[in-house]
């Protein structure tokens, strides 16, 4: 080894390992977002189904989807949760609208709030 190349594999592995955790962190932020999401989603998808039976009305599945966010993710993200009765097509349909905030880890994320609405058919017909 050249004198010249002396503790260049120090230099090599402080650069790497800077990007490797840069790709790292970028990575763990994208899977929180999607996580987050997909929970959204599951929440406002069973909150319009019970919201459209027979027996409820569309202000309960507003609190079952909020009790269902709690639960899987932080009461913050179940502030803003409201349903509405639409007709699509001839057909009444409840839907379930959730706006979250975006989970961010360090610098990273969207800075906007995730908007996600879940319709199931209402059998009020």
Do not use: W
């Not at 080894?1 to 790497?16: I, L, Q, Y």
């Not at 989807?65 to 803003?80: D, K, M, N, V």
């Amino acid at each position: 080894m050249a004198p010249a190349e002396r503790g260049s594999a120090v230099a090599d592995f402080v650069m790497v390992a800077g990007l490797v955790s840069f790709l790292f962190v970028g990575l763990l932020q994208l899977g929180f977002v999607l996580h987050t999401r997909n929970t959204l989603i599951a929440s406002a998808a069973e909150g319009a189904r019970l919201g459209a039976r027979a027996d409820a009305t569309p202000d309960d599945g507003v609190v079952r989807t909020r009790g269902l966010i709690a639960a899987q993710l932080s009461s913050r993200f179940a502030e803003s949760v409201s349903s509405t009765e639409e007709v699509s097509g001839g057909i009444r349909v409840v839907v379930v609208h959730v706006e979250a905030p975006v989970p961010v880890i360090g610098p990273f994320g969207l800075g906007r709030d995730l908007r996600v609405s879940a319709r199931a058919f209402s059998e009020r017909q």
